[in-house]
C-alpha cells in the first residue's frame, strides 16, 4: 500500500505571514523582514490570498472545505527553522475527504485524499562553506499545501499516474507551478506491503529525498522488493524514515521512530480561527478553470483529436492553451498537436524546460507549420528550423532565409540536379527499369543528398519517374 | 516642586503654557533618575542622548501647534517592548546585546505623539517571575524599602514610577505583571483587554495571555495613556477592531448606584491581615459614595493558578524555542555539533526560572501528556470564564486585592517557586479570562503600599476607569516612598498609619 504526502508551494506574491515576496532566488536573505525572520516580538498574519488559492486546490480534488479551521505549532528545532517551530494545521485542515482519478491499463481508480493543509515554508540550509553550513531565509514563510493521499495506490505505477494528475490539477488551477527542481513540488510517501488477501496493515516506511516523479517510481519499487524479500526470509519491517540514493538505487536509512520528532502541537495562540463562508466557497468554485478531463473531451469533441493526443495535450494546462491559440492561427489540430508532442516535448525533454520557458509562441509554430504547406520548406527541414527557433526564439521565416533552406521547387533547377543524379549512378537506374522499386528511394535520397535535403519532395518522385521513363 | 514629581496632566498644562520646555522636563528627570538610580535599579538601559534629541523634536512640535496630550511627556519602557535601534534585552543573557530593527506598535504610536524615552526597565527574564529577582543583570528595589522587592515581572517600570524616573511607564501583564508591581510600588496600573492593545513588538513570553499597558502616577493620567495606545493593528491579529473611546470621558466621581462585586475567593487563606483590611475599608470608601456592593463567587478561580502556569508555560516553551543561536542573541563558544550548540547556548543564556518554565511547559505538551495538562487547563480556562460571565450579571466591576500581601522582603522567596507564583493569585484568573484590571494604591500597611484591584468585563475600561478615579478622588493617596531620601526604618515607625483614609500632603514628605 502506498501513500503520498504532497508539499507544493502556492503561486502567490507575497509570503504567508508577511509582505516579503515569494519570488525563487535573489541573494540569499534579501527576501526577508522581521516576520519571516522570527525575530522577538514580532506576529504572523495570516495572508487572505494562501486559504484562497488552498480552497481552489481543495475544490480541484473534490475535497470537503472547512468552514472553521485553524493554525497551530508544530515545535521542532532546526536551523532553518527561524521560529523552531512551523505555523501548521493539525486536527483541523481547510480541506478533506477528497479524491483523483487516475487512469491504470485503461481502467479509472479513485485515490483518496485525506486532506490539504497550509503551513509556511522553511528556509534552506546551504553547505558550501567548509567551515560549517550557512542558512537562507528566503524561502521561510513561503506558502505551502501539503496535499495527504490516503494509501489508495497498490503499485508504482499507480503512484506515478496520481502525481502526474495531481500536478495537473495542481496547475491547472494556477495555485502552484509545481516544478520540482525548484522545490515547489516535494513529495514523500508512505510504503508497507502485506500478504496476498491479508487486510492487516503491514509496518510503513516512508521514503524522503525524492526529486523527480520517475525517482518515486524508482524508490516504491525498489522499496517494496526489498520489504518483501525481508518478510520472505522471516525478518520484520521496523517503523523507520529512510532516504532515496538516486546515484546507487537503493533506499538508506534514515532515522527510526525512537528518532522521531514530538512535535508537540498545540493551537497557535498569534492567529485566529479560519472562516470560509459558504458565499466565498462558491465565488471561489465559480472562479475554478476547466479541469483536465473535461477539457480532453472537449478536445476530442471540438478538435477532433484522438483520445490519445487529447489526454497529452491537456495533461498540462500550459500546453493545452498553446494547442488552442495555435490551432486558431493554424486550422489543423492534428497537426498542431503532432508538433506538440513529437519535436516540442522532444525538446523540451532534452533541455528540461517549461512550455512557458520556451520562446516559441503558438503564432511562431502556426507560420512554421504554413511554410511547409506552401511548399517553402519541407517537412524535415523544418525540424531544423523548429530547433533553431526553439533556441533562439527567432521567427521561422527568418531561420529559413539565414541558413537559405528554402525548398528547390524550381523544375528546370532540380531537373538539372536529377539528371546529373541518374548519370552518376548507372546501376540503380538499371535495378530500378528492372523491377526494383528500392532502387527509386536510393536515387531520392541522392536527390537530397545534393541539395542539402531542400528538393521538394513530390517534384523530385515526379521529374526522376519522367527522367527514367526517358 | 520638582518637575520629575509631576503627573502626565500636570505636566501638559505647563508645556502647553510653554512655562516649561519638553527639554527642561527631560532634563529634570534625566538629573533625577541620576540621583536615585543607584539606590533603585529600575533601568536596563538609559537613552540619554536619543531622549535628549526628541525632546528638541517635541518643542519644535509644540511650537508649530502639532502638540497632543503626550508630546513632550517622557516615559520608560518595559525592556521586553522592541524598541528600535535602542537594546531590547528581555533582562537576559541570551538577548543582552539584541538591538531590534523595528519598534513595537505601542512604540511607534508614542514617538508619533512626541513622547520621550528616557530608558528601558528591568524586569525578571522575560517577564518570568514576580519580583524582578529574576532578572540576569540586577535587582531593582522598592522605593518604598529597598530591602524588598518592588513585584514582577514589570519591577523595573514599577519603581520607576515610585521613584519619579519617569512620568509614565509601560510594562506587560501575562498573569499580574502590570497590576502586582503597581500593588507593591504604590502606583497605577492597568492590563487592559486582550486585544485592545497591539502586541506586535512585544516579546512574547505566552501570547494567549500577554498584553501591554501603562504605569502611571494617577487614574487621570492611566487614561491619557491608555487613549494612546490602543487600537486595532493590521500587524496583530488578535488586536480587535472596536470604536476608540475617551477614556478621560470616564474620569467621574460619580459611581451612585453603580454594583461593585467583591468575591469571597479574593479574601481566601494566605492574605494578610494589613492587606485585607485595607482593601475592606477602601470598598467602605465606595459603599459610602453610593456604589452598591455585592457578594460574589468565582467558585473556579482557585484552579487559574495551575491552569495559568500550564498554559503560559506551554506558549512560553515553543515562544523561546527561537532563541537557539543561530540568528541573533547568546551562542555557546564552544560546542561539538548543533545538538550540542543548542544545549549549550541555551544552558548558558537562560536563566534558572525561564528554564524551568520552558520544561514545564515542554513537558504539559509532549504525547500522552497533552490531554492530561494542557487540555484540561484550557478547559478550566472557559470555566473560569464563565465564572467571571455569570458574576459579571450581577454586578459592574469585581474588586478584591491586588495581591495577598505587600512588598516581600528580596531574596525571601528567591527560592521557594511555589511561594513565588502565590504572589500572582488575585491576577492571574483575570489573564486567563482576558478581562481588564487596574490595580490603584489604596493605602499603606505597616508603611508599604497595598493595591486595590478592580477588574471589569471585556473592553469596559471605561467603567474601571470611573470606579478607580471616585475613589482616588475621595481618598487622595499622596504618601510618597521614602526610601530613597530618608532613612527607610525610622519612617515606618507609627508615623505611617494603617488604611486609606489617612492622607498625607506632598509637602510633608518631599523627598
Not at chain 2, 169 to 178: F, K, N, R, V, Y
Request: proline content about 5%; glycine content about 8%; overall charge negative.
Amino acid at each position: 500500500m502506498i501513500g503520498l504526502e504532497v508539499h507544493a508551494e502556492l503561486l502567490t506574491e507575497s509570503k504567508i505571514f508577511c509582505s516579503c515576496t515569494t519570488k525563487f532566488g535573489g541573494e540569499p536573505n534579501t527576501h526577508v523582514c522581521p516576520v519571516c525572520l522570527g525575530l522577538p516580538g514580532t506576529l504572523p498574519v495570516l495572508n487572505k490570498k494562501v486559504v484562497e488559492y488552498a480552497v481552489r486546490a481543495g475544490l480541484a480534488l473534490n475535497c470537503t472545505i472547512a468552514n472553521f479551521s485553524k493554525m497551530d505549532r508544530k515545535n521542532y528545532f532546526y536551523p532553518d527553522l527561524p521560529k523552531a517551530y512551523q505555523i501548521s494545521q493539525y486536527d483541523l485542515p481547510l480541506c478533506s475527504n477528497g479524491y483523483v482519478e487516475i487512469e491504470v491499463d485503461g481502467k479509472v481508480k479513485k485515490i483518496g485524499i485525506k486532506r490539504i493543509h497550509i503551513e509556511e515554508d522553511a528556509g534552506k540550509l546551504l553547505h558550501e562553506n567548509t567551515d560549517g553550513s550557512l542558512v537562507d531565509y528566503n524561502r521561510a514563510g513561503v506558502p505551502l499545501i501539503e496535499i495527504v493521499s490516503e494509501p489508495d495506490m497498490s503499485t508504482p505505477e499507480e503512484a506515478y499516474q496520481y502525481l502526474t494528475k495531481l500536478k495537473s490539477i495542481l496547475e491547472y488551477t494556477e495555485v502552484s507551478d509545481c516544478k520540482m527542481q525548484e522545490g515547489s513540488l516535494r513529495v514523500d510517501t508512505n510504503v508497507s506491503v502485506r500478504p496476498v488477501g491479508s487486510t492487516e496493515l503491514g509496518t510503513k516506511i516512508e521514503l524522503k529525498n525524492l526529486n523527480s516523479f520517475k525517482a518515486v517510481q524508482k524508490a516504491l519499487e525498489y522499496e517494496i522488493k526489498r520489504q518483501v524479500k525481508v518478510l520472505e526470509e522471516g525478518g520484520t519491517i521496523v517503523q523507520e524514515t529512510r532516504r532515496w540514493n538516486e546515484s546507487k538505487g537503493i533506499t538508506e536509512p534514515m532515522r527510526t521512530k525512537e528518532e522521531a520528532h514530538d512535535y508537540r502541537y498545540f493551537p497557535e495562540p498569534d492567529l485566529v480561527p479560519i472562516i470560509v463562508t459558504d458565499e466565498w466557497k462558491e465565488e471561489i468554485r465559480k472562479s475554478l478553470p476547466e479541469m483536465p478531463h473535461h477539457k480532453r473531451e472537449r478536445f476530442i469533441a471540438e478538435y477532433g483529436l484522438p483520445e490519445y493526443d487529447a489526454k497529452i495535450i491537456t495533461s498540462s494546462k500550459k500546453m493545452a492553451d498553446f494547442f488552442e491559440k495555435c490551432v486558431l492561427e493554424y486550422d489543423s489540430p492534428k497537426a498542431v498537436s503532432n508538433w506538440l508532442m513529437g519535436e516540442f516535448s522532444r525538446l523540451m525533454n532534452e533541455t528540461g524546460k517549461e512550455i512557458d520557458e520556451v520562446p516559441v509562441t503558438p503564432q511562431m509554430l502556426a507560420k512554421l507549420l504554413k511554410l511547409i504547406d506552401n511548399g517553402v520548406i519541407s517537412g524535415s527541414i523544418a525540424k531544423t528550423v523548429f530547433e533553431e527557433m526553439f533556441g533562439t526564439g527567432k521567427e521561422p521565416e527568418v531561420v529559413v532565409e539565414e541558413k537559405g533552406l528554402k525548398q528547390i521547387a524550381n523544375e528546370n533547377e532540380l531537373r538539372e540536379i536529377i539528371k546529373k543524379v541518374i548519370a552518376e549512378n548507372p546501376k540503380s537506374v538499371e535495378d530500378y527499369k528492372n523491377g526494383k522499386e528500392k532502387a527509386m528511394g536510393f536515387l531520392v535520397g541522392q536527390v537530397m543528398k545534393a541539395t542539402k535535403g531542400k528538393a521538394n519532395p513530390q517534384l523530385t518522385n515526379q521529374i526522376l519517374k519522367e527522367e527514367l521513363s526517358k | 516642586m520638582e518637575l520629575y514629581s509631576l503627573t502626565i496632566h500636570e505636566l501638559r498644562e505647563l508645556l502647553k503654557k510653554r512655562e516649561v520646555s519638553a527639554l527642561e522636563v527631560t532634563k529634570s528627570y534625566l538629573e533625577r533618575i541620576k540621583e536615585v538610580e543607584p539606590k533603585i535599579d529600575a533601568l536596563v538601559t538609559i537613552t540619554e542622548d536619543f531622549a535628549l534629541q526628541k525632546a528638541k523634536e517635541a518643542d519644535e512640535k509644540i511650537k508649530k501647534g502639532e502638540d497632543t496630550a503626550l508630546t513632550g511627556i517622557p516615559v520608560i519602557i518595559k525592556d521586553n517592548i522592541s524598541t528600535e535601534g535602542i537594546k531590547t534585552t528581555c533582562s537576559s543573557k541570551m538577548l543582552e546585546n539584541y538591538i531590534p530593527p523595528y519598534n513595537a506598535t505601542v512604540v511607534e504610536k508614542l514617538l508619533e505623539e512626541g513622547v520621550i524615552i528616557l530608558g528601558k526597565s528591568n524586569l525578571d527574564e522575560f517577564a518570568m517571575g514576580s519580583s524582578t529577582e529574576n532578572s540576569a543583570f540586577k535587582t531593582t528595589k522598592n522605593p518604598w524599602d529597598l530591602s524588598r522587592v518592588p513585584g514582577g515581572s514589570s519591577g523595573g517600570s514599577a519603581a520607576a514610577i515610585a521613584a519619579d524616573e519617569a512620568a509614565f511607564a509601560l510594562g506587560s501583564d501575562t498573569g499580574g505583571s502590570i497590576r502586582q508591581p503597581a500593588s507593591l510600588c504604590g502606583v497605577v496600573g492597568m492590563k487592559p483587554t486582550y486585544g485592545l492593545v497591539s502586541r506586535y513588538g512585544l516579546v512574547a513570553f505566552a501570547s494567549s495571555l500577554d498584553q501591554i499597558g501603562p504605569f502611571t502616577k494617577d487614574v487621570t493620567d492611566c487614561a491619557i495613556v491608555l487613549n494612546t495606545i490602543i487600537g486595532h493593528d493590521p500587524k496583530d491579529s488578535t488586536s480587535l477592531k472596536i470604536d476608540k473611546p475617551d477614556y478621560t470621558s470616564y474620569l467621574k466621581e460619580d459611581i451612585k448606584g453603580l454594583r461593585i462585586g467583591v468575591a469571597k475567593e479574593f479574601f481566601g487563606e494566605g492574605i494578610e491581615e494589613g492587606v485585607k483590611e485595607t482593601v475592606q475599608e477602601s470598598i467602605k470608601v465606595l459603599q459610602n459614595l453610593g456604589a452598591e456592593i455585592i457578594d460574589i463567587s468565582i467558585p473556579y478561580v482557585e484552579y487559574a493558578l495551575p491552569a495559568y502556569y500550564i498554559i503560559a508555560s506551554a506558549e512560553a516553551s515553543s515562544n523561546l524555542a527561537r532563541y537557539d543561536g543561530i540568528r541573533y542573541g547568546h551562542i555557546a563558544e564552544k560546542y561539538e555539533d548543533l545538538i550540542d550548540m543548542y544545549m549549550v547556548t541555551r544552558s548558558e543564556g537562560f536563566g534558572k526560572e525561564v528554564k524551568r518554565r520552558i520544561m514545564l511547559g515542554t513537558y504539559a505538551l509532549s504525547s500522552g501528556y497533552y490531554d492530561a495538562y494542557y487540555k484540561k487547563a484550557l478547559k478550566v480556562r472557559t470555566l473560569i470564564k464563565n465564572d467571571f460571565e455569570k458574576a459579571f450579571e450581577k454586578c459592574d466591576v469585581i474588586i478584591g486585592p491586588t495581591s495577598p500581601t505587600v512588598a516581600f522582603k528580596i531574596g525571601e522567596r528567591a527560592n521557594d517557586p511555589l511561594a513565588m507564583y502565590l504572589a500572582d493569585i488575585y491576577t492571574v484568573s483575570v489573564n486567563i479570562a482576558g478581562l481588564p484590571g487596574i490595580s490603584i494604591p489604596c493605602g499603606l500597611s505597616d508603611g508599604l503600599p497595598v493595591g486595590l484591584q478592580i477588574i471589569g468585563r471585556h473592553f469596559e475600561e471605561g467603567k474601571i476607569l470611573n470606579v478607580a478615579y471616585a475613589f482616588e478622588q475621595a481618598n487622595k493617596f499622596n504618601a510618597k516612598p521614602q526610601a530613597i531620601g530618608v532613612q527607610d526604618n525610622e519612617v515606618r515607625s507609627s508615623d505611617w498609619l494603617r488604611g486609606p483614609c489617612r492622607t498625607f500632603d506632598r509637602e510633608q514628605n518631599l523627598l
